[in-house]
């Protein structure tokens, strides 16, 4: 992907309120967890012949809350907040439920369970202290509301109205979580796309230039093989610019990064280091070769000029360098090609300049 797709990519997501992923995530395991677990509490309740009124709120409560606890967190202000407020509502529900089938062991754990493995995906540790809390304030408000009653037992209906919940739920939130890792890399992807390139053109940026040829100068110290740096000005940019417009140099600039990633090898490392400077670490080749594909870049950018305001015809200068023995660092490497650029702008530009040979 482009720099500047992922530049986009990550400002559509940004433009997204912070939280709304999560909200989204969670209204589908909600749904069904609720709605499956729903069925295994209505099994327990008919086995005790629980009261009455408890089935319309078992009802409302596995059926509609989750598109409730969607709304509400849709809507917000803040709707990661909102989403886990709904979470410790689903504790406190939980807990309530807990009372009321008097503690029948095998959709009690299970309802537990599930409700703990949400708070910890959610919010770590942290969301599920609360949501034991929440969960042991539901009880004893139902405990208080209905009565302690403890039935441990589960009818053969009981046990098997809990088995859709107990297969389905871990798939779905195994899913879930497939799908978010999915996500999480694909934005880190995007990230570091961001981090290393050139967005306007698809070039390594400074830094990560900078970078290459600080690990090549390393490189060739070890193993002496031939590597040239050549550093690319085009010609009175600014005047561009002037004369034609911001998005007239952008074009150009564009159009040069084209043509020089056309002549330059696959393995060789070309980046964008200022407005309308570039720069490129040439493998296994010396500055009298490198010269040749300068003079080469040149002559294909004079034969082509650029597709903007009826045709542009644009220069370009250029200064080459060896590492050697007696430079101290990259740095240095890198201000013996700029000495040379500054001498082919010096001698009137539209040139190649190598710098000066030393004893190695
Ligand atoms: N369109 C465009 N212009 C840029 C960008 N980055 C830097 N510039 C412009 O590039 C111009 C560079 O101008 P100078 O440093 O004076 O160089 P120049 O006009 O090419 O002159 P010489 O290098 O001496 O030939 C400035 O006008 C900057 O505003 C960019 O991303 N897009």
């Given at each position: 992907m482009a720099a500047g797709q992922a530049i986009a990519a990550i400002a559509a997501s940004a433009a997204h309120r912070p939280g709304m992923g999560l909200v989204h995530r969670v209204y589908v395991p909600r749904m069904l967890g609720l709605g499956l677990g729903g069925l295994a509490v209505g099994a327990t309740l008919q086995q005790r012949d629980a009261l009455y009124l408890l089935w319309p709120l078992l009802v409302g409560h596995a059926l509609l809350w989750p598109h409730l606890a969607h709304w509400r967190a849709r809507r917000a202000p803040q709707p990661r907040r909102a989403e886990h407020v709904n979470l410790l509502a689903d504790a406190f529900g939980g807990g309530f439920w807990l009372a009321?089938?008097?503690?029948?062991?095998?959709?009690?754990?299970?309802?537990?369970?599930?409700?703990?493995?949400?708070?910890?995906?959610?919010?770590?540790?942290?969301?599920?202290?609360?949501?034991?809390?929440?969960?042991?304030?539901?009880?004893?408000?139902?405990?208080?509301?209905?009565?302690?009653?403890?039935?441990?037992?589960?009818?053969?209906?009981?046990?098997?109205?809990?088995?859709?919940?107990?297969?389905?739920?871990?798939?779905?939130?195994?899913?879930?979580?497939?799908?978010?890792?999915?996500?999480?890399?694909?934005?880190?992807?995007?990230?570091?796309?961001?981090?290393?390139?050139d967005p306007l053109t698809g070039l390594l940026n400074k830094m990560h230039w900078h970078a290459q040829m600080e690990s090549e100068f390393a490189r060739w110290r070890r193993s002496a093989r031939p590597v040239a740096l050549m550093l690319l000005d085009l010609d009175h940019f600014k005047r561009i610019n002037d004369e034609h417009g911001h998005p007239a140099g952008d074009e150009v600039l564009r159009h040069f990064s084209r043509l020089l990633r056309h002549h330059v090898r696959e393995a060789d490392v070309a980046g964008r280091v200022g407005g309308e400077e570039f720069a490129v670490l040439v493998h296994d080749c010396s500055a009298e070769q490198a010269q040749f594909l300068a003079r080469r870049v040149r002559a294909a950018l004079a034969a082509q000029p650029v597709p903007v305001a009826g045709g542009l015809h644009v220069t370009v200068s250029v200064g080459i360098a060896e590492p050697g023995r007696w430079q101290r660092d990259a740095a240095q490497w890198l201000a013996e090609a700029d000495a040379a650029l500054y001498t082919a702008k010096r001698e009137g530009r539209d040139q190649v300049c190598l710098a000066p040979r030393r004893p190695r």
């Open positions: 009321a089938m008097a503690f029948n062991l095998l959709p009690s754990v299970l309802v537990a369970t599930m409700l703990g493995m949400n708070h910890l995906a959610v919010g770590g540790l942290r969301l599920f202290r609360r949501g034991l809390m929440a969960l042991a304030l539901g009880t004893v408000t139902g405990g208080a509301l209905l009565g302690w009653e403890l039935q441990p037992l589960a009818t053969q209906a009981t046990v098997a109205a809990c088995l859709p919940f107990l297969v389905s739920y871990p798939l779905v939130i195994g899913i879930v979580t497939y799908r978010l890792s999915l996500r999480l890399a694909e934005q880190k992807a995007q990230l570091r796309e961001l981090v290393q390139f």
